[in-house]
C-alpha cells in the first residue's frame, strides 16, 4: 500500500461522477491488441477473425483526436507486447476525488498493467492507493456523486467492496450483482447525466433493475446493442457523449433527451470486448 499525505494531486485528479466535464484521460493504443483468452460473448464471436491491428490503430487515433477537438488532455500509456488488452485503460484503476486507485487485476493476462500506470503516476509525482490484496477492476467501478455502483463480477470479488466501503466513508457503496459473462458492470449500465443512465435489465435482478429506475430515466439497451456495447458509451460532459455508430437505437434514444451524441467508429477495437469507456481512465473532471 503506497499513500502521500500531501496534496500533490492539485489541478491534476479530480472526479466524482461519470458525466462532468472530462479535462483530462489516460488512454493507450492498441498495438499488440489480440484475443488470447477469450473473456466475453463479444470475444467469442470474432476470435476466429481475429483483430486487423492497422484498422485498430487508425480507429484509435481518431478516438484520440475527437477528444483533442473537446479539448481534452489525452495521455497515452506506453505500450508493451506482453499485454495484449492494455487498451482498456479503464480497468487499472479508477479516479475518485482527488484518490486514484489503482487496481488488482484479476487474471494472468491483464496481471502487470497496472505497473506500467504506477510508473507514469510516479513519475509525473502523482499519489495514488494501491489496492493489492483484493481484486477489483475500474470496469466494476461507476461513480455518481456519493454513490458509488461496484459490480460483484469474475473480476471484482466482495472482499474488493467490502474495503472501499471501509474507505470511503462519506460515500454509499452500492453492490451490484450481475451474470457472469458480461464481465463488467460498465458493459450493462452506465450514468450519463445526474438523471439518465442506459442499462440492459437481462443481467441484472429485479431489485436492481427498480434501484436503477427509482433514480434515473433508464434507457433500456436491446440485445443485439448490449453485444456492441451499448451502454460502453463515454460522456465527456455537457450532455456530449462518445458513441458508436452502429448503435442508433441508444444514440436516437440519447438526442431526444437532449444529448449531443458524438459518433466515432471503433467496431475494431469492440472485438476485444471493450469500447469507449473500457478505452478511457479519467483522471479530471470539473464540474463537481
Not at 70 to 88: N, S
Request: charged letters at 30%; aromatic letters at 8%.
Amino acid at each position: 500500500m503506497r499513500i502521500m499525505k500531501e496534496r500533490t494531486n492539485t489541478n491534476k485528479v479530480f472526479c466524482m461522477s461519470e458525466y462532468d466535464t472530462l479535462k483530462r484521460v489516460i488512454l493507450c493504443q492498441p498495438q499488440y491488441m489480440t484475443i488470447r483468452q477469450v473473456i466475453n460473448e463479444t470475444q467469442e464471436h470474432f476470435k476466429d477473425e481475429g483483430i486487423h491491428i492497422e484498422r485498430a490503430l487508425e480507429q484509435h487515433a481518431d478516438f484520440v483526436n475527437t477528444l483533442k477537438q473537446y479539448d481534452i488532455d489525452v495521455i497515452l500509456l506506453p505500450y508493451h507486447k506482453k499485454y495484449p488488452e492494455q487498451v482498456f485503460t479503464r480497468d487499472i484503476g479508477f479516479t475518485l476525488g482527488e484518490t486514484i486507485f489503482v487496481a488488482n487485476m484479476a487474471t494472468d493476462a491483464r496481471a502487470g498493467e497496472e505497473n506500467v500506470l504506477k510508473q507514469w503516476l510516479e513519475d509525473e509525482e502523482i499519489s495514488y492507493f494501491n489496492l493489492v490484496k483484493e481484486h477489483i477492476e475500474g470496469g466494476d467501478v461507476i461513480v455518481d456523486r456519493d454513490t458509488i455502483y461496484v459490480g460483484l463480477s469474475s473480476r471484482t470479488d466482495e472482499k474488493a467492496t467490502a474495503h472501499l466501503e471501509r474507505l470511503l466513508h462519506k460515500f454509499q457503496v452500492v453492490t451490484i450483482p450481475f451474470k457472469e459473462k458480461y464481465l463488467h458492470l460498465d458493459c450493462i449500465f452506465n450514468v450519463v447525466s445526474p438523471d439518465v443512465a442506459l442499462i440492459y435489465p437481462p443481467a441484472l435482478t429485479e431489485e436492481d433493475i427498480k434501484l436503477f429506475s427509482s433514480r434515473y430515466d433508464c434507457i433500456e439497451v436491446s440485445e443485439d446493442e448490449q453485444f456492441q456495447l451499448g451502454t460502453n458509451v463515454l460522456s465527456i460532459g455537457n450532455k456530449r457523449v462518445l458513441s458508436l455508430p452502429v448503435n442508433q437505437h441508444v444514440n436516437g434514444e440519447l438526442r431526444k433527451r437532449g444529448f449531443e451524441v458524438i459518433e466515432v467508429d471503433i467496431t475494431e477495437i469492440i472485438k476485444s470486448g471493450g469500447s469507449f469507456r473500457c478505452c478511457t481512465m479519467p483522471l479530471l473532471r470539473e464540474g463537481s
